[in-house]
Nanobody, 123 residues
């Protein structure tokens, strides 16, 4: 069974740092772009940034601050957030388009999302 899971969220004081990770698991052939969306309280979910297997990370124009998205390996992506401000408080989600095996010879594709991880920055 293919799934995506985020981890590492929590509460941090303003100015602090946090590192969250997204990992895909299952019988996977490949994972294309892995990125991050976030949904702040009372707002719509928005793109934060992404990192493909061969390109550097790209970030949404609205993203401010020293943030870094990096691909740890073929199935994992990390978001390092430094100098956090309260407006970064949100649930962070990791979408991943995944090519996976349904049996020993058959490939299928799906766009998988994790359950999200809460990041809270206190003032």
């Amino acid at each position: 069974q293919v799934q995506v899971e985020e981890s590492g969220g929590g509460t941090v004081q303003s100015g602090g740092s946090l590192r969250i990770t997204c990992t895909a698991s299952g019988i996977i052939f490949s994972v294309e772009d892995m990125g991050w969306y976030r949904q702040a309280p009372g707002k719509e979910r928005e793109l934060f940034g992404s990192n493909s297997r061969s390109l550097t990370a790209q970030y949404a124009d609205s993203v401010k601050g020293p943030f870094t998205i990096s691909r740890d390996n073929a199935k994992s992506v990390t978001l390092q957030m430094n100098t956090l401000k309260p407006e970064a408080t949100a649930v962070y989600y990791c979408p991943a388009p995944i090519n996976f095996y349904t049996d020993s010879t058959t490939l299928d594709w799906g766009d998988y999302w994790g359950q999200g991880t809460q990041v809270t920055v206190s003032s």
